[in-house]
């Protein structure tokens, strides 16, 4: 059963950084792709960054030259760098791996940023 796990989540007061991780476990040989999702209150969830085994990477407008995502393919595991936050960028970030058969979402973890 694939597992995803997530951590780095916090409290940052405006302008700070954090850095989200998420493994991945558990009967994976092969993924497409690894990302970062978010849900604000109210909100629906949207995409915040995605990274594809080749390396190819995507990002929300919001985030672009803010956000960085990496990713380990042989730890299966990916990275979001999030710098020069802002109190919008508060939400729940769930880390989402895609691969050829499935899709995975790990449990979440908060992100609060305070003015």
Known sequence: QVRLVESGGGLVQAGGSLRLSCAASGG???FNA???YRQAPGKQRELVATITSAGLTNYLDSVKGRFTISGD?????VYL????L???DTAVYYCKLTAPLFVS???GTQVTVSS
């Open 105 to 107: 979402w790990g449990q």
């Open 73 to 77: 393919n042989a730890k299966k595991t």
């Open 28 to 30: 994976i040989f092969s």
């Open 34 to 36: 690894m990302g970062w």
């Open 81 to 84: 760098q999030m710098d020069s």
């Open 86 to 88: 802002k109190p919008e």
